[in-house]
């Protein structure tokens, strides 16, 4: 296993000695959260995080069973295993749906060879549709597929038939993710500026926003014609088919994250788990807590949280559910701006929803930034 060039996320490869120690520790953590938060009632389950099926998938069984063990888990849940192509084969998958798993995330990333080799990737584009194939044939009736694109050189013709080839697979769900070269990953060590005035073949240069914005809507208008709906800024669903366990984060509700790097908020705090395997593991053996960060949110920052998170949806922002979380008015607080929005095809405001247009998603950092509260230092 190898980490992707433009992973920022905490992941680490070569520690496949350290899966027996870390499966302990991820059950001893469980069983930690149950002693302190009681037999919640659990709506959905992600096992995501790098290239989880690295684990056996005998281990991954047994961590689903002690979720059933120690929480309410609803008859209905949604069970989502993110697995990567070239990693994964037939028997891989018909142990995972045995052990409960009903949704697949499939790392294809893209349809292109070329593309697949400059993201550092172990599979090929014809491994990639055999994995969706095999999801379909072993019994898997809901499959996600992540797509990545603005790739540095890459056309609308390459996109949009990357795009044809994951419709064509007839997934029910697709994230379509601009790539973000992030500091301290091996693809922002490549970068190069146009300012620098330099560039050798190992260097690059990232996609101009103009066309990151005309990709983004050109994603918008195939997928929509195909008959998915764009319920998020880079998810893409059939009916009924949104991802209930992403849909938490977006409505900025309490979640439980367990394992190394692992976020959770839960009754108005927010925590991370150490961002490192070993001291993971080592806490847990020791039988202390691995939380490297905590904080409780109030105030603007939270209002802020909730702002960004709902602006992110289709579907908008509840003003009036805002306003009883939060005290705070937003048409009241930001009409100005929410004006201006509205005026520049950018926002709508209907239903007592203040919701983006597609044009507005592509900017909706930039637009959560124009309606934020000041925040305490």
């Known amino acids: 296993m190898r980490k992707c060039p433009y992973c920022d996320f905490y992941s680490v490869a070569g520690r496949e000695h350290l899966i027996d120690a870390y499966v302990l520790a991820l059950k001893a953590e469980l069983s930690q959260v149950r002693r302190e938060i009681g037999p919640v009632s659990l709506r959905s389950i992600f096992i995501g995080g790098g290239t989880p099926t690295v684990l056996p998938s005998g281990e991954i069984a047994g961590l689903l069973d002690l979720c059933r063990e120690l929480f309410a888990v609803e008859p209905d849940a949604e069970i989502t295993c993110e697995c990567n192509p070239g990693t994964v084969d037939a028997v891989a998958l018909r142990d995972l749906k045995a052990a409960g798993v009903n949704r697949l995330s499939i790392g294809v990333q893209s349809f292109r060879d070329e593309e697949l080799r400059f993201l550092e990737r172990v599979h090929t584009a014809a491994e990639g549709r055999e994995t969706v194939l095999q999801a379909r044939e072993v019994g898997f009736e809901r499959v996600s597929l992540d797509l990545i694109y603005c790739l540095p050189g ?137 939380i490297a960060y905590r904080e409780h949110c109030a105030g603007a920052q939270a209002a802020n949280e909730t702002l960004m998170m709902g602006l992110r949806l289709r579907e908008g922002l509840d003003l009036e559910a805002f306003r009883e979380r939060h005290a705070v008015d937003l048409v009241h607080e930001r009409g100005g701006t929410i004006g201006a929005l509205v005026s520049g095809g950018l926002a709508t405001l209907a239903g007592g929803r203040l919701a983006l247009t597609t044009a507005g998603l592509a900017i909706a950092a930039e637009i959560t930034t124009a309606l934020a509260f000041a925040e305490e230092e």
Not at 192 to 202: K, M
Not at 230 to 252: D, F, I, M
């Open 154 to 290: 890459q056309t609308r013709a390459q996109w949009e038939a990357t795009l044809g080839e994951a419709v064509a697979l007839e997934p029910d769900h697709l994230s379509a993710y601009c790539l973000q070269i992030e500091e301290g990953t091996r693809l922002a060590e490549r970068l190069v500026t146009r300012r620098s005035g330099y560039q050798s073949r190992h260097c690059l240069l990232p996609m101009p926003e103009d066309e990151q914005a005309e990709l983004y809507l050109r994603t918008a208008d195939v997928l929509r014609e195909a008959g998915f709906e764009q319920y998020e800024v880079s998810s893409y669903a059939r009916p009924g088919a949104e991802c209930k366990h992403n849909l938490t984060y977006w409505h900025n509700e309490p979640y439980l994250g367990v394992g190394a790097s692992a976020w959770s908020f839960v009754d108005g705090e927010r925590r991370q788990n150490a961002a490192d395997v070993e001291a993971y593991v080592a806490s847990w053996e020791a039988r202390e807590p691995a």
